[in-house]
């Protein structure tokens, strides 16, 4: 069974930065994309920023210049590098990995880091 493990959530003050990790228990080469999510209280949890294994990726308009998605294979985790926080990137932030297996589709996630941006 995969596990995704993030960590490095926390309060920060706007303009400050913070780095996520998301572990993975295996193989992170072995999924087709990797992605970080957030979701804040009473919202829908929205796309934040997807890496593929095409070296593609894709943000949220809302996020782009300000955040980084990588990868290290060797250590099989997935960073966020977020800069410039604002306090409207409150939320919980979640690790996504996606298998295609077979022509079936299957979603990991972690249980989430909060980040909480102050003003």
């Known amino acids: 069974q995969v596990q995704l493990v993030e960590s490095g959530g926390g309060l920060v003050q706007a303009g400050g930065s913070l780095r996520l990790s998301c572990a993975a228990s295996?193989?992170?080469?072995?999924?087709?994309?990797m992605g970080w999510y957030r979701q804040a209280p009473g919202k829908q949890r929205d796309l934040v920023a997807i890496?593929?294994?095409?070296?593609?990726?894709n943000y949220a308009d809302s996020v782009k210049g300000r955040f980084t998605i990588s990868t290290d294979n060797a250590k099989n985790t997935v960073y966020l590098q977020m800069n410039s926080l604002k306090p409207e990137d409150t939320a919980v932030y979640y690790c996504?990995?996606?298998?295609?297996?077979?022509?079936?589709?299957?979603?990991?996630w972690g249980q989430g880091t909060q980040v909480t941006v102050s003003s």
């Open positions: 295996g193989r992170i080469a072995s999924f087709n994309d």
């Open positions: 890496i593929t294994w095409g070296g593609n990726t």
């Open positions: 996504n990995g996606r298998r295609d297996v077979a022509g079936r589709w299957y979603d990991y």
